[in-house]
């Protein structure tokens, strides 16, 4: 069986800028990615990169034909200001 490796990266600060594109660096087809978020599969997102703008264990689990299942996941935190009361 052949193995691959997926590494999002360290865990990630939402700041400036207060999003950030996470790529698992794998070819779909023939691979199938599923993404969740605090350990709930975020629907319709099934490609090899995802669009994060809110904080969470992000967590991406990776199959391909011949190949051992990998995965891995990434803490992101969000310190950005948060206006109140805007006007």
Known sequence: ?????????PNIELCNPASV????????P???????RNGTPISGQTGPNLF?????????DVTAPGCAPANDQVVVTN?????????
């Not at 069986?1 to 990266?9: C, D, P």
């Open 79 to 87: 310190k950005s200001v948060t206006p109140v009361n805007a006007t």
């Open 52 to 60: 994060v703008n809110t904080a969470g264990t992000y967590r991406v």
């Open 1 to 9: 069986v052949n193995t691959f490796n997926i590494e999002l990266g």
């Open 21 to 28: 594109t996470l790529a698992t660096g794998v070819a779909v």
């Open 30 to 36: 023939p691979a199938t990615i599923i993404w969740s």
